[in-house]
DNA sequence: CGAGTGATTGAACGGTCTCAATATGTGTGG
DNA sequence: CCACACATATTGAGACCGTTCAATCACTCG
């Protein structure tokens, strides 16, 4: 089989060398292709019946709904991530999943994946790192909407989502294709819709950063980061960790 | 070896129905105590050498700290819990673990886990299932902070350390013994201290609940439950999962 | 061309913060 | 046992950040 550059690959060969057999079996996992249409949720809350999936284009999101009748956006899902890794275990899922764009993604049975480990324990590792760092930047999210202001916040959840967007090679720091909307970014921030308009204009105003027709741009890569008090340290690598 | 009952093992034990090799396992995992005191951080932001742990008594708090010179504290671990598991593949610790008061822990060595895993497969389920269950209860807390007001949220923490600590014997329905002081609540929450005391003030007045010398008691649980939109079923086990 | 979605801006309200002062409790040293 | 320092809890007053409501604009798609 030949050696594929598929997102995946490339953000777990960021945290582990890997050989050719392992990169055949991680190829496998792309071979139970779905398709999903914006907008329609993949998995809700208190499905019993879940999958887990690799995205391979498009973008989800994962929110939780909240009695008053809004939601809160944990995460966004870009190629290369895994989706439902955490509920795996439950009884139902507990979140929903909802494509943000048209969606490529690719079902794994759980059957498959523990076999997949079995036979290459250096991959169980890299996606256990993967899971780490997944809960890493939700633990990074709520450390931003606690003690950061709407600026700050925005800016570093922007920065992030960069920095993610470069580890698989859909981004630099010169900016990145983005199709959220600025409703999505609030229900992720924690924020009204209206102010993420107002903070969005300010920072452009500010010559920091400028995200418009579905594009971010960063003006001024050092001054955002310094605003946001973005730590490029965990996203950073130099190399693999494990050769 | 005598059938042990620690936090640790009822915690678990409600997942999975453990039989008494793996509880045989899980005493060894008690072989090594440690003592902290109360103030003194156990682990740092940036540090190489971790270690992690089990909580046999006492509280922890995990913590990030922000520009600004505040805090954010992601979560509290009582006893049972585990402390460090996240970050055990990164380079460096990616945040500070804090004794609320003064603690007694296990040391455990990842080859100890790793060995115990490997006779005991049972085992690693149970101990990924209280993974998964953490970084549940870190992404409900983002939905607190990030789309629940002052009281709501300040309702649905109370709630949740009790269920938590009802899961290991150390609290009931009626209430718990909670070392926490206000400037705590605060950092976890989000809050001023200020502010904190007022929902407090209002919490009980509203005959609610009430949380003073130490103490929390639920005085209208089911009315609690509703104001925080809280819900029970996560953290509620008709018995183990796993027979 | 009309409808719908997303972006933008203004004005007023309100939840939470900050600053400040006063209790209350607890441990320490004299 | 008292005096004191120190942490924690409590309460008030004013300021500010972000919200809500409302209107207008821009763009896309039928």
Known sequence: MQVQDTPLVRKLGAFVALSDPEL???????????SFPAGVDMVHEGQVKRSAYVLA????CS????????????DFQVPGDFLGLRSLLFRTADHNIEPVTRVEASEVLISELIDGF???????????????????????????????NAQERTAH?????????????LGTQEGYACPLS??????????????????LRELREAG?????????????????VA??????AYLDHDGPLLK
């Open 208 to 224: 920091l950063m400028s995200f418009q027709k579905g594009r971010v741009e960063f003006h001024d890569f050092a001054g955002l």
């Open 227 to 232: 605003l946001a008090d973005f730590d490029l």
């Open 57 to 60: 284009s498009g973008w989800v």
């Open 157 to 169: 959840f922007l920065l992030e989502l960069g920095a993610r967007l470069t580890l698989v090679g």
């Open 24 to 34: 055949e079996i991680l190829g496998r996992m792309h071979g139970r292709p779905r």
């Open 118 to 148: 079995t036979r290459a324990p250096r991959l169980a590792t890299a996606v256990l790192w993967a899971a780490s760092r997944d809960e890493a930047m939700v633990v990074e999210h709520l450390v931003s909407i606690g003690r950061r």
């Open 63 to 74: 929110y939780k709904t909240v009695a008053g009748g809004g939601r809160q956006i944990v």
């Open 182 to 199: 600025q409703y999505l970014l609030a229900d992720a921030l924690g924020l009204s819709a209206v102010h993420i308009n107002r903070v």
